[in-house]
């Protein structure tokens, strides 16, 4: 395994989003035809919700037996599932078509694809928020989940067949920001308070940064001339996750998919 990732950078957003989504179907397809199944975990924002539109079309589509894939989230805002700012709600609107209406139908608008309901496992956010037991025991219910699917692992830690990031304008990756306590954590999942940097600030949870040392493939899709500052930092010489998060992706099983505007010292 090679110590740096592989980068590909491209003229803007939707080149990103096209490349990036034949990479998840392909990563998906292989997992299920070697494993039986597929672990995706993965994330949210713009970059997600492009990705997401090519992967409801032909040929992609067709191109992963969803029926074996399960997915869950890197991370998410501690919001209901339904609220804008939730990581799952792209996804429900995009991959599952929910609330499609007949107009949507008429004009074209593809039904999403066809994943078991069962195969979906977000944050239990909505419930955790319902029934006022907070942020700490929703992120351990997912942690307990994911113990239970029985994920082959590596010194504890579930190994995702494939892992889609996108990386905060701090250089911060899942909800772990610089600095951040999740670093000394040995729990699977756990709450972040908000931040205070960063919008939005709101109160999160999120999977241990040590998954991204241990999946087996990395996808990080990061756009925007925003993020360029944290991104050349990332690819610097420095060495030091604890203030650059996004290093914790810097390795051989990643794929870094950039676009021209945050990645202007880097060479194709």
Not at 51 to 75: F, M, N, T
Not at 224 to 242: H, L, M, Q, S, Y
Request: with cysteine.
């Amino acid at each position: 395994m090679t110590s740096e990732p592989e980068l590909a950078i491209v003229k803007g957003p939707s080149e990103a989003a096209a490349l990036a989504a034949g990479r998840v179907a392909t990563a998906l397809a292989q997992s299920v035809a070697e494993r039986g199944r597929a672990d995706w975990a993965t994330t949210g924002g713009s970059a997600a919700l492009g990705i997401y539109r090519h992967l409801v079309k032909a040929p992609l589509r067709d191109a992963v037996p969803w029926g074996s894939v399960h997915v869950w989230w890197g991370d998410d805002r501690y919001v209901p599932r339904d609220h804008p700012r939730s990581n799952v709600k792209p996804f429900d609107d995009v991959m599952l078509a929910i609330g499609l209406t007949e107009e949507g139908e008429a004009a074209g608008r593809p039904h999403g694809v066809p994943l078991p309901i069962e195969n979906l496992h977000p944050f239990r956010t909505g419930e955790s928020i319902g029934e006022a037991r907070g942020a700490a025991w929703c992120a351990a219910n997912l942690a307990d989940e994911l113990r239970a699917a029985g994920l082959p692992d590596q010194d504890g830690w579930p190994i995702f067949d494939l892992v889609l990031l996108g990386v905060g304008a701090d250089g911060h990756v899942l909800s772990v920001f610089p600095g951040s306590a999740a670093f000394d954590s040995r729990e699977l999942a756990l709450a972040i308070p908000a931040p205070t940097h960063v919008e939005p600030k709101v109160e999160r949870v999120t999977l241990n940064p040590a998954v991204l040392g241990v999946a087996r493939h990395l996808l990080v899709v990061v756009g925007g001339n925003v993020k360029a500052a944290a991104v050349a930092a990332i690819f610097g010489d420095e060495r030091d996750p604890r203030r650059w998060p996004g290093q914790l992706a810097r390795h051989g099983r990643a794929v870094w998919i950039l676009d021209e505007a945050c990645a202007p010292t880097l060479r194709r």
